[in-house]
C-alpha cells in the first residue's frame, strides 16, 4: 500500500509570509496527486490537483509542485493569511482510483 | 442537496451497542467512499462503492463493520457490538466518476463516540 508522510508538528508562520507544506510518498507514483484543506468539525475541502505531467500548479496564491523522482510534492501559499489556518492534506489515489491514500496533515498556524 | 450530507452529525453511544450511519452523496456521483478520522490522525479508508460494481471492502476493520448503498444513492454505515476503538469520525465523500482524477467531495463527518 501507499504510505504518505506529512510533517506531523505545527507549522507557524507569521502573516503575509509563504507557508510551504511538505508530501513524501513512498511506493508506486500516482497519476497525480491532490491538496485538501480542512478546518476543525469539519470536512476536508478539495484545493488543487496536481497530474504527474505537471511540474507546478497554480491557483490564487496557492502552488503546488509535483517531483516524481523525488516522489515529493511541496505545497506553497504565498501572503499567508490567518484565515488560511487549517489543517492541509495530501491525498493520492490508488492506480485505480477505488480509494486514495491521505497523509495525517499538517496543520498550519498563521498569526496575525 | 448541494453537497454530501451525514447523520447523524454527533452519536454516544454505549459499548456493544449497534450504530448506523448515513450518507446522502451528491445526486449523480456514482463513486461514495467511507474513511474514519481519528483524533489527530489522518483519514482511514474503510469501502468503496462505484455504480453497481461490487464494493471494495478491504478497508473495513473487522466482520463487525458493513456497508451497503441502495439504488446507487444513499449508504449507511453498520457498526455492531461498537468497541471504544471504534470512536472517531466517519466521513463520507462522493466523486463524479471512476477514472477520471477529480476531487472527493465530503460531508462534515458523523462523530462516535462509545463509552
Known amino acids: 500500500s501507499q504510505k504518505i508522510e506529512q510533517n506531523s508538528e505545527a507549522l507557524n508562520i507569521q502573516e503575509g509570509k509563504t507557508a510551504t507544506l511538505t508530501c513524501n510518498y513512498t511506493n508506486y507514483s500516482p497519476a497525480y496527486l491532490q491538496w485538501y484543506r480542512q478546518d476543525p468539525g469539519r470536512g476536508p475541502v478539495f484545493l488543487l490537483l496536481?497530474?504527474?505531467?505537471?511540474k507546478e500548479k497554480r491557483k490564487e496564491r496557492l502552488k503546488v509542485t509535483f517531483d516524481t523522482t523525488l516522489k515529493q510534492s511541496l505545497f506553497h501559499i504565498t501572503a499567508s493569511q490567518p484565515a488560511d489556518s487549517a489543517t492541509y492534506l495530501c491525498?493520492?489515489?490508488?492506480?485505480?482510483?477505488?480509494?486514495?491514500?491521505f497523509g495525517s496533515g499538517t496543520k498550519l498556524n498563521v498569526k496575525p | 442537496g448541494a453537497g454530501v450530507s451525514q447523520s447523524p452529525s454527533n452519536k454516544v453511544t454505549e459499548k456493544g451497542k449497534d450504530v448506523e450511519l448515513r450518507c446522502d452523496p451528491i445526486s449523480g456521483h456514482t463513486a461514495l467512499y467511507w474513511y474514519r478520522q481519528s483524533l489527530g490522525q489522518g483519514l482511514e479508508f474503510l469501502i468503496y462503492?462505484?455504480?453497481?460494481?461490487?464494493?471494495?471492502k478491504s478497508g473495513l476493520p473487522s466482520d463487525r463493520f458493513s456497508a451497503e448503498r441502495t439504488g446507487g444513492s444513499v449508504s449507511t454505515l453498520t457498526i455492531q457490538r461498537t468497541q471504544q476503538e471504534d470512536s472517531a469520525v466517519y466521513l463520507c465523500?462522493?466523486?463524479?466518476?471512476?477514472?477520471?482524477?477529480?476531487?472527493?467531495?465530503f460531508g462534515e463527518g458523523s462523530r462516535l463516540t462509545v463509552l
Open positions: 496536481i497530474r504527474e505531467n505537471e
Open positions: 462503492f462505484q455504480g453497481n460494481s461490487a464494493p471494495d
Open positions: 491525498a493520492l489515489p490508488k492506480y485505480n482510483f477505488n480509494k486514495f491514500y
Open positions: 465523500a462522493s466523486s463524479l466518476a471512476k477514472g477520471i482524477p477529480g476531487e472527493l467531495f
